[in-house]
């Protein structure tokens, strides 16, 4: 009997040890916890709440100083970005430099945002989050990710094309129709804007559903649900984060499409390209941090 007391408490502490080893914070919306959804109930500050997204992104800055590991990994992959843009890879066959350009991309782009958003969790909620931890719940929550991805990018090309179809049609884009009616110019200006209004709505209105994933740990869907919710609470305070991000943006890219006048300015081109690129996808960083923070403003509110 005691052998087998002692076999079931070692079982049950094995289970209990994988089930606390994410200990990263989950922050839901208050609707989707159990007990009070206060802020001092969630161990967050007032501060976090009146933050703007000026003093998020210099609180970005002062979290990356305290997390290093963030600079480290995204030091690695934009390397690893600037060698697959030279002819350092050469060696490699074609679909192995196509499969360390996907690998590369979508560690950026998933797996970098995913554990920013969860140190930026744990921080916001005076819960550190160790490298393990973030490593964890990044990898962790990575199939949910993809799912939410798919499901954006499929709404964001899906919807507008079926809303500019009667468009199209009446315009004689698909054979048969009649194409008098106005000028292929305005009918492709007039078509653009059609497919670009709501192509941009819902990319705005889903923007915060892979930090909803991560944080808030919910499924694809519901991602898309919080996300939507958040947005429309913040709409100001979104729009000043696509105009600072747009202008920041043209500002570290311009040096790479000046014209070529001159031998020095031709010779410091590919320089300022490098520059610029591996500037820009560090910045991008910063606001994937800026995004975390506004996410969790949003739920909490």
């Not at 206060?38 to 990356?64: G, P, Q």
């Not at 360390?100 to 969790?121: K, L, M, N, Q």
């Not at 160790?130 to 939410?148: C, F």
Request: aromatic share 10%.
């Amino acid at each position: 009997m005691s052998e087998h007391t002692d076999s079931a408490t070692r079982k049950a502490s094995t289970i209990d040890d994988i089930i606390t080893f994410d200990v990263a914070p989950t922050i839901r919306a208050r609707d989707d916890i159990d007990g009070c959804g206060c802020l001092e109930c969630r161990n967050i500050e007032t501060t976090t709440t009146n933050r703007t997204v000026l003093d998020a992104l210099v609180w970005s800055v002062h979290l990356f100083r305290s997390y290093p590991s963030i600079v480290a990994f995204t030091g690695v992959i934009i390397l690893s970005n600037r060698l697959l843009e030279t002819d350092a890879v050469t060696v490699l066959p074609t679909p192995a430099v196509g499969v360390v350009e996907a690998v590369t991309a979508f560690a950026f782009i998933i797996s970098i945002r995913a554990y920013v958003g969860t140190i930026v969790a744990g921080e916001l909620t005076d819960n550190p989050v160790t490298i393990r931890e973030g490593l964890h719940r990044s990898i962790a929550r990575t199939p949910a990710l993809v799912g939410v991805v798919l499901l954006v990018v499929f709404s964001v090309m899906t919807i507008p094309f079926f809303v500019s179809l009667p468009l199209f049609v009446l315009v004689g884009v698909i054979p048969g129709t009649p194409v008098e009616l106005v000028s292929f110019p305005v009918a492709a200006a007039v078509g653009g804007i059609v497919f670009a209004v709501p192509f941009l709505f819902l990319l705005f209105k889903f923007w915060f559903a892979p930090e909803a994933c991560v944080i808030g740990q919910y499924g694809p869907i519901e991602s898309l649900w919080v996300s939507w919710r958040i947005t429309t609470n913040y709409r100001g305070k979104f729009l000043l984060i696509v105009v600072i991000a747009t202008g920041s943006a043209l500002s570290l890219y311009l040096p790479t499409i000046l014209p070529e006048v001159g031998t020095e300015l031709t010779l410091m081109q590919p320089a300022l390209r490098v520059i610029s690129s591996s500037v820009g996808e560090l910045l991008s960083i910063v606001w994937a941090s800026a995004y975390a923070h506004t996410y969790v403003q949003g739920v909490v509110s």
